[in-house]
């Protein structure tokens, strides 16, 4: 079936470091794969797609890869900050809806 | 300014009862999502309508109904027979494409007492 794996560990690093949050996927061959971030009680925030003949996506802070052999996704935020901390999921396309990673915790301390 | 809004927040419901939770959207969608969410786990979807007076069932739709009558209005109503309900409920609507992304409420947390 299906499936999708983020690290359930929450990632804590330092001010200023580059976070690198992994999605791992199998079974699918997606035509592109979507990132959000979700804060504490509140609703996922679309933040970027890729498609599936693109390697790699940059929006600011963010870059995205995205390596259809290895079915496997990157989210980079470089020169983070505090404000970054939050859950990040990655999501893919299954026929007519998205189906969501359960999301990886960033925390970045100053 | 265009958005989805659920109501209410947060949601206390007695064991045995049925509970409506609102889901209205004002960015012109067409399609419309809700999703569960639980501790340490991902989105689960329960419902979703790609147009009005249609609607799929998710991957946990037992215990829960809905329905579309309007464009901007998808509610979910969880009965009694749903045997976990306590849950932070997300609702989400997209243009009918996936490719755009889903706008996301900012969810109803309901509790069983």
């Known amino acids: 079936s299906q499936k999708i794996e983020q690290n359930s560990e929450a990632l804590n690093i330092q001010e200023g470091k580059t976070a690198t949050l992994t999605c791992n996927y199998t079974n699918y061959s997606p035509a592109y794969l979507q990132w959000y971030r979700q804060d504490p009680g509140r609703g996922p925030v679309f933040l970027l797609l890729i498609r599936e003949n693109e390697k790699e996506k940059r929006k600011e802070r963010l870059k995205v890869t995205f390596d259809t052999t290895l079915k496997q996704s990157l989210f980079h935020i470089t020169a983070s900050q505090p404000a970054d901390s939050a859950t990040y999921l990655c999501a893919l396309p299954n026929t007519d809806k998205l189906i969501f990673g359960t999301g990886t915790r960033l925390q970045v301390f100053p | 300014d265009g958005g989805i809004t659920q109501s209410p927040k947060y949601l206390f419901r007695k064991e045995g009862q049925n509970v409506t939770l609102s889901c209205e959207q004002n960015l012109n969608h067409d399609a419309m999502y809700w999703y569960r969410q639980d501790p340490g786990q991902g989105l689960r979807l329960i419902y979703y309508?790609?147009?009005?007076?249609?609607?799929q069932k998710g991957d946990i739709a037992e215990g829960y109904s809905v329905s579309r009558e309007k464009k901007e209005s998808f509610p979910l109503t969880v009965t009694s027979a749903q045997k976990n309900p306590t849950a932070f409920y997300l609702c989400?609507?997209?243009?009918?494409?996936?490719?755009?992304?889903?706008?996301f409420g900012s969810g109803t947390r309901l509790t069983v007492v």
């Open positions: 989400a609507s997209s243009s009918g494409r996936t490719l755009y992304g889903y706008t």
């Open positions: 309508s790609q147009i009005v007076n249609d609607f």
